[in-house]
């Protein structure tokens, strides 16, 4: 099958219909026209220059550029990780978790997926191992960014309950189990729903994109399975991790609830 | 001060705007302490039971605390603050070797009262609870911020005498915050005051 070409004059004119909108919702007094042309552009900036970089990176296949593309975005999803945190944890620990732990898990999974499953010659081509570590990286996000940040909410709001459970002495991870354990599965719903309503109320965007460009579907579908599955695994690891490393991070060394480690809360809606 | 000995010793405790405070309580003693609100008392107490950073040495029986890891310190040296939290559905599922049904009738609330839910406690009875579930765990020091403020005048009494039996019983060394004189003139074997910062022997029965 042969993929149609995209002209830059048609996307012009999806352009304007963006536009229109915009100018719709300035009318109605929305006030989401600005962040409407921001976000536009800003798309397509971003994704301009992320096809330039591909591009470069697919002619010059070499492991150090693949690595060097890898660990930027590894950092990119740390520091949002972090931003997207309502109180996190100071001193560069809520950076340094959600890092860590995405780049451990993350990382082996792809690693794992692209030598063993996958096979691809050299196992680092980028045209496999980018798409995959940025799937993997996205959705490790998000768990990783949920759980830390029902972690550290609960561990506020609840701060009575934690210490009243220290002076009955019970040591820091009793104390914390049940929100440790909230936080973690917290971080795995949002996978867990993917998984469940796959292909019924949604067509994964994967599975989209190989069907458009021409793969037959059984083979779309057996790679969906695999990266649904990929995900699953990385999420969920990356949540346990970094949940377990921020739940410790909350007590010191005498085992006290140290709440002066996180942040004051943002201003929320 | 003798660095061996047994019961409670604090020596050279600095705590929030409290500083160079030594106290002992020795086994069975009722110490009690007194001061104005805000004068840092259970600031004090979360120091003693090492659930706030602070300088200076605590000693139970003579083991000093940092030898020892923290929640065991603190099952040994138990805080009972003023409104402690209940986190399960039922009362009883907070004792971990089951509720003694005796204990609770001694102390004024109804033997099937375990199996309650939480909720259906007063604040009165619920401070009583949190006082059983403490001494169930068997402390060797008891630190009591005000065990009896939501309590009436004969509850007050019954609790008193229930506490003091079983702190001679069991040869506890309790810390005792208190703001009734009366209160501190029934129980108390000593009597701390806080002043300007500092800790200040005081008598136990009001003279004028």
Known sequence: MQIIELSWWSLAGTALLVLALAVCTHLARLGVAREITIAAVRTVIQLALVGFVLETLFRFAALHWVALMGAAMVLVAGREVMARQNRRLTGGWAFGIGTVSMFVSSFAVAVLALTVVIGPEPWYRPQYAIPLLGMLLGNTMTGIALGLDRLTDTAWQQRHVIEGRLMLGEPWSAAIGGIRRDAMRTGMIPTINAMAAAGVVSLPGMMTGQILAGTPPALAVKYQILIMFLITVGTGFGTVAAVAAGSRRLFDERERLRLDRLSPARQRG | ?208
């Not at chain 2, 079983?166 to 074997?189: E, N, S």
């Open chain 2, 1 to 208: 001060m003798s660095t061996s000995g047994s019961g409670l010793q604090v020596h050279d405790l600095d705590c929030g705007i409290l500083s160079q405070i030594s106290l002992t309580v020795r086994p069975g003693e009722i110490v009690c302490l007194s001061g104005p609100s805000g004068s840092g008392k259970s600031r004090l107490l979360r120091a003693i039971a090492d659930l706030d950073p602070h300088a200076g040495e605590i000693r139970l029986d003579g083991e000093p605390q940092t030898d020892v890891p923290a929640y065991r310190w603190r099952r040994r040296v138990m805080l009972l603050p003023a409104e402690a939290p209940w986190w399960l559905e039922r009362v009883g599922a907070h004792f971990p070797d089951g509720p003694d049904a005796a204990a609770f009738e001694a102390l004024g609330l109804p033997a099937d009262a375990p199996d309650w839910p939480v909720t259906r406690l007063s604040s009165g009875e619920r401070q009583r609870a949190a006082l059983l579930r403490a001494v169930a765990r068997e402390p060797r020091a008891l630190l009591l911020d005000e065990p009896t403020a939501n309590l009436d005048a004969t509850t007050t009494e019954q609790v008193e005498a229930w506490l003091r039996q079983r702190i001679a019983d069991r040869g506890i060394a309790a810390l005792w915050v208190a703001h009734d004189m009366a209160q501190i003139a029934r129980v108390a074997d000593a009597h701390l005051r806080i002043t300007e910062h500092r800790l200040e022997p005081a008598p136990c029965r009001s003279s004028s």
